[in-house]
């Protein structure tokens, strides 16, 4: 019970921090209005900042506008108050308003203080602006501003756009504002004193920059750390502080103040690309951290696709394209976000382990409330107020912060579990070499002992030649079990010797086809009863450890003659211009079962068809080790109608072969038959 008031405390507290924070963001209009229209009369202190907002009307009808006296002559019907009406959304089209403004005599005297006017959000493209006399129609002062408008660098310049407000003689006159941009069409417009924007702007730009900074501090150590500990949740949040970090820049105005002489559409790029990085990054991150990749593959894979797609559609940011593109991807994201939403609450409800998705509940749903109200804004859906304006900024504040307290405590447990495996594996490595060390001395052990009981087996065997049956098949059996075991201790030191960290080839350069050709007549010296043949060998020179790869292909040998006695062995060997040389083993037994073709070169694996076959399955592992060791690659075939064939590929020699094949060439020789311990013919 305790817990459970405690986290409805938790929420509450936020909430109201939440609506505190939204109330106290709006600022108050200063100003001497009446119904409609600004009267400028004597100023004071505290008219130093005036919110044209409530006065100004937007044309919501469809009319032939062209000009700024056509929009001043249109009947009020035609109009809609600007603030708590839902406005145009993303359009092709310019849209038109306008405010009435009453001059008193007291307000045509000059101004102390130089008064601008000012326009936002600074991403709108190009501003016209024009006061016309309400009587005649006439314009008397007129001007152009807008992010793709070259800055005049004798004006005064800030974040939003600035115009220079003329001294008006006493009279009646309509302020006229045409709006063309390919972002959203919202405005704000107030009248401010140069004092006043310099204060606001010298608190705006040490909070903005302070967030902006604190911002990419965020993204770089966020990306670095995903990148460090391998968590993709950690890196694309990384990302979505990055996407946050060029919107803000873009939607503040600083990239419009600082960029704006440089190109002209610097704004609505970063702007453009900002938002679009933003909705892909989001529901990466969000994707990653719900786990859909594990347990939703299919919605993973849709929603990796939707994130790919807006992210392409960054590139539209500076044409009337990102119009179609906002309005075709704003209303799918909040389906999106709803979504995730729907999968993180379900997650929360049914995992055990559901504690912190409790956290990222909160974490998500506020700011996609607020990203579901503010896009319904921008798109005219729903009206644009101090609440839909300022919802969202808030909220993602809050969104960031949880979201920066719930990465940090998933980087410490991540952190921790790569620490704890480090310690497991080092413990389990250290183990694993007590292990080996305990064999190898074993099997050191057992090797003398064995020595002599075979050996002792031979002297008995020479001196009962003529004894009874029972005596010599007994003594027969002993020596076979000997040497049985002796191979057996044989196999388990090459083993360890491969899989010690110490283990090292002592390459040289070999003529392969003696190399082959000696150890195939020794083989068949020893098993005169098998077919083992030579064929289809060249001249090729390949640095081998001899040693380990005579073992190598005698396991090879000894694997076809242990699971087909009767079946005959082929070796050849070819080289080819990729710089590798590939040995074929071949044997026309039985083959290897499907089931068995992936695992056969596993440590201790046998196969289905083994049976009661003498051997503990460490013949091909060893020789894939081998192999492995030499920088080479081992696969293993079966043939249609039975027989196993097993490749393998090793690097050779090109300037040695070549020097072999041109000598053999001027010879007129077959390939060389000496034998492979000859150091001289090697080369």
Known sequence: MRKTGCRKGYITGIIVQVIIAMIFMTRPALANMGPLELVIGSYSADQDDIDLAPLIERLSTKRQVRTAADVAMLPADNFTPLMGSTGPGYTLEAVWYRMQILVTKDGEKPLELKRYLEISPPYLN???????????????WNDVVGDHIPPNPS???????????????????????????????????SIKSDTSLITENVQDTFLYGLYLGILL????????????????AIVWYGLYVLALFAGTAGISGYAQLLLSGTWQFASDAITGAGTAFSLATSVMMWAYIIELDKYKRT?????????????????TSVSDLYIHFARSFFLFHIGVLLILYGYLFYFGATKPDARKLRIY??????????????????????PANRFTSNCYQVASLVHLLLLGIAMAGRTYALASQRVTAVQ???????????????????????????????????????HVRDA???????IATIRRNATQLSELVNVFLTKETLDSTNFRISPRPT??????????????????DHDIELEEVDFTVASIDRTLIERAICNLIENALKYAPDASVRIGFTHRSDGNVYIRVTDNGPGISPDDLSLVADAFYRGNRSGSTHGVGLGLHITNRIIIGHMGRMTVSVGENGGTTILIRLPYDRELTKNNIEAARTANLDPPTVPASDPENAS
């Not at 501090?217 to 993709?232: A, E, K, N, S, W």
């Not at 009874?468 to 007994?474: D, L, N, Q």
Request: aromatic letters at 8%.
């Open 217 to 232: 501090i965020g993204f770089m150590v966020y990306f670095t750390l995903g990148l460090l500990i391998r968590d993709r």
């Open 155 to 189: 004006e005064a310049r800030g974040r939003q756009h600035l115009s220079e407000w003329p001294n008006l003689p006493a009279g009646k006159y309509w302020l006229v504002i045409g709006v063309s941009s390919n972002s959203a069409q919202l405005l704000n417009a």
């Open 361 to 382: 509940f909160v974490a998500l749903g506020l700011p996609a409330a607020a990203a579901i109200v503010h896009l319904l804004m921008l798109m005219g859906l729903v």
């Open 299 to 315: 919605v993973f894979t849709a929603l990796a696709v939707y994130a790919a797609l807006a992210s392409l559609c960054s590139l």
């Open 126 to 140: 190009r501003i016209r602006l024009a006061i016309l006399d309400a009587d005649t129609r006439i314009t008397v």
């Open 424 to 462: 497991n594996s080092t413990r389990a490595n250290q183990l694993a070499d007590e292990q080996r060390e305990f064999i190898t001395m074993l099997s050191h052990e057992f090797r003398t002992p064995l020595a002599i009981i075979q050996r002792a087996a031979e002297m008995v065997s020479l």
């Open 468 to 474: 009874p049956e029972a005596i010599t098949s007994r």
């Open 511 to 528: 003529v392969l086809a003696p190399f082959l050709r000696d150890l195939v007549l020794r083989r068949q010296r020893e098993t005169p």
